[in-house]
């Protein structure tokens, strides 16, 4: 509760604020000031599990002390829910006073840890005017992309482009993760999100990130400042001048390794897959309706997942949702067999169907560690499962086949 009442604070003290008084401020920074990094603790929600990054500007003679996010968006956007999903969302520079966002990330137990940078006089006007363009109402916005152009990356650009070739990052290069393996890192407590991410990321999410790249997360954003260094007046020194923990929790107490549940439910649907099919061959039951159901729900679910793969891959802005390799076992085509299963109208084309579609899992299983894109390994069953049912509708659907022919021929 605390939480909601802070940000409606912020909302009503926000919408109150004449943009006109930021971006009119000083155009220059007093000796005493000071501009620093924070990184802020990953949360334990999927929008703030990859942790945050903000730039903080303190200012004693200006009475000042505001952050810089990048990682703003307005739920109020006219098509917010759409433009989120078409990957067309755009984000914008915020600024705001220090105490608010602290009162915030101490509400959620997320710990703020500040690096202070060592610049000239000059370099801080160049940062602070840079940001105070970028949040000018002409410039603030920008279209916000998770990998690629985010607040992490934003900030990093910040200090690239105003200190140039005096500024040196210090990229890890010996790290060869992909991007999926970097997200994997912050998902062990979200099971559900971390098997629904992989089901949506395509085979681009599988390259290895560079070391650049790699500080779209707000960790490795804070690695590559903490070692990088900064020419004044002809000597490199180091970047950082000085590291402060403004606000601790200790993340195990909100980062715990949750129960894989999507892998118990997926080998559970296994497991009565195999018992139906089980049955249904060797008792030589007769069809019954609620075999259907398991049918309609196996099948349809991986039909829902094939759509929601094509409208990623062909209908949306994202870079790393095409090329989608689960496409081999999520057919969107199930959505319609599904449907004719529903309404009890069983065609004889079905067995030619649940064929292909056998040969298409089986192939998916044969080449599943060669394929161009990690598959979630809590698929393997799912697949399986799709493969008992889909030879079993083979032959279920071939003999009706045979027995029309044989009753038209009588």
């Excluded at 002390?65 to 914008?92: A, M, R, S």
């Excluded at 690695?223 to 195990?252: C, H, N, Q, Y």
């Excluded at 980062?255 to 549940?261: G, L, Y």
């Amino acid at each position: 509760m605390k939480t909601y009442l802070l940000l409606l604070a912020f909302l009503i003290l926000h919408l109150g604020l004449d943009d006109a008084a930021w971006c009119q401020g000083p155009n220059r920074l007093s000796p005493q000031s000071r501009i620093s990094l924070l990184t802020i603790a990953p949360g334990t929600e999927l929008y703030n599990t990859f942790g945050h990054s903000a730039i903080r500007i303190v200012d004693p003679l200006y009475q000042m002390d505001d952050i810089y996010n990048y990682g703003t968006f307005n739920f109020d956007e006219p098509g917010f829910y759409v433009k989120f999903t078409q990957g067309k969302l755009n984000y914008y520079l915020s600024a705001y006073d220090f105490r608010f966002a602290e009162g915030v990330y101490r509400d959620e137990k997320r710990y703020i840890i500040e690096q202070q940078f060592n610049l000239t006089a000059e370099m801080k006007d160049q940062v602070f005017l840079f940001l105070r363009r970028n949040y000018q109402p002409a410039n603030r916005f920008y279209r916000y992309d998770f990998f690629f152009d985010n607040c992490a990356t934003r900030i990093r650009d910040v200090f690239e482009e105003t200190l140039g070739d005096q500024l040196t990052l210090s990229y890890n290069e010996t790290r060869q993760l992909t991007f999926r393996d970097y997200i994997d890192i912050y998902l062990k407590n979200l099971p559900f999100s971390d098997y629904g991410i992989d089901l949506a990321l395509g085979a681009d999410t599988d390259r290895i990130a560079t070391a650049r790249e790699a500080v779209f997360l707000p960790d490795f954003l804070y690695e590559a400042f903490d070692d990088a260094t900064i020419v004044i007046d002809g000597e490199t020194v180091p970047f950082v001048a000085k590291r402060d923990t403004l606000l601790w929790f200790d993340p195990s107490l909100t980062q715990q390794e949750a129960t894989p549940w999507p892998t118990i439910i997926i080998w559970f649907l296994l497991t009565l897959a195999v018992a139906a099919t089980a049955y249904q061959w060797f008792a030589k039951a007769p069809a019954k309706r609620v075999f259907d159901w398991i049918d309609i729900g196996l099948f349809g679910f991986a039909g829902m997942v094939g759509l929601l793969i094509a409208f990623l891959w062909f209908g949306t802005d994202h870079k790393v949702t095409p090329e989608n390799w689960n496409l081999l076992w999520a057919w969107p085509s199930h959505i319609m067999v599904m449907g004719l299963l529903i309404i009890s109208a069983r065609k004889e084309w079905f067995s030619w169907y649940f064929h292909l579609n056998s040969a298409a899992l089986i192939l998916t299983l044969i080449c599943w560690f060669v394929i161009p894109q990690r598959l979630h390994l809590a698929t393997i069953p799912l697949v399986i499962a799709l493969l008992v049912r889909s030879i079993w509708l083979a032959r279920r659907y071939g003999d009706l086949g045979e027995k029309k022919k044989v009753a038209i021929g009588d």
